[in-house]
C-alpha cells in the first residue's frame, strides 16, 4: 500500500485517512512543527510520497532532507500561493480577473500610496490586506483616507516591533455584496465548491469578513460553469495541482481573490468522484518520481 506523508493533524488529515485507504493510500501523519529531533538518527518512518509540504520553511527543509520523497504541493506552489500579490500580478498578467490592486513594500510614504491608488484609479472604500497571512488575518476596510492612513501606520508599527518574513500589503478594491466561493481544484478539474456565508445576524451587523475561521459557514454549492472554468484556468495558469481557488462574485464580476496551496477538505460538499481524483493523483506522483 502507498504511503502518504500529511503534514497537518487537522481536520483535513481526519477527513482524507479512510477514503484514501479504501482507495489504497495508507495515510500517516508526518510531524512538521513543534519537535525536539535528533539528526543524527534516522526517521523512524518512511514514506513514498508527501501531500503538502509543510508550511514552515525551515522545518520543512530539515523534514524534506530527512524524508527524500515527492511532493503533491511542493514548497514553490506553497510559496507561490502565498505570496497573493504575486498571484494578482501573475494572474494579471495573463488577463485572469482579478480585483484591482496596489502593492505596497514597506515602508512606503504615504504619499507614494495616494498616488498609486490615484493612478490605479481606486475609489473609496478599499481593502487592506496584508500579503501572506491566513484566514483573514489583518484584513480591514479603509473609508476614506484617514482611515488607509491609521491601517498603514498600525501596520507600519507590527512591522517595526515582531519579526515577520513578509512586511508588504494590498490595497484593494472593494466588491460590494459580493458572494464568496471556494473552488476545490485537483488535477486541473473543479471537484467542488462552497459558498463562504455569514449569519444574517453577522451581516445586520455590518460584518463582511467571509472566513469561516471568523464565523462564516461553508456551504456545498453547484458552482456555476463560468466560475469552475476560471478557477481551472487559475490552477493551469499557476501549475498547482491541488488549490484552493477563491472566487468573488460582485454585480456581473467574477474575479479571484486569493488561492491556497493548502486548503482544508469540507467533509461532505464536493464531488461524488473527489477522493478517487485525490487518489489517482497521489499515484500518480508518487509514480513519476
Known sequence: MLRLAVTTSSETFERMRDPLAERGIDVGHLRAKEFALDLSAPPSEAFDVGFVYP????????????????WVNTRDDVLTSRNKAGVTAALSAADIPVPRSVYVSNPTDEASLADAIERAGLDYPLVVKPNSTTRGAGIAKAHDPDSLSGLVDHLNLVHDYRATGDKSYL?????????????????????????????????????????????????????????????????????IDYLGVDLLESGDRVVVSE???????????????????????????????
Do not use: C
Open 171 to 239: 490595497v484593494q478594491e472593494w466588491l460590494p455584496d459580493a458572494r464568496d466561493y471556494r473552488a476545490m481544484v485537483v488535477d486541473g478539474t473543479v471537484v467542488g465548491a462552497v459558498e463562504r456565508r455569514l449569519p444574517e445576524r453577522a451581516r445586520a451587523d455590518g460584518r463582511w469578513k467571509h472566513n469561516v475561521h471568523r464565523g462564516a459557514e461553508a456551504v456545498g454549492v453547484d458552482l456555476p460553469e463560468r466560475h469552475r472554468r476560471l478557477a481551472e484556468v487559475v490552477a493551469d495558469e499557476l501549475g
Open 259 to 289: 488561492t491556497n496551496a493548502r486548503p482544508t477538505i469540507d467533509h461532505g460538499k464536493y464531488d461524488d468522484d473527489f477522493f478517487d481524483r485525490l487518489a489517482a493523483l497521489v499515484e500518480r506522483v508518487a509514480k513519476n518520481s
Open 55 to 70: 508550511s514552515r520553511a525551515m522545518e520543512g527543509g530539515v523534514v524534506a532532507a530527512r524524508h527524500d520523497i515527492p
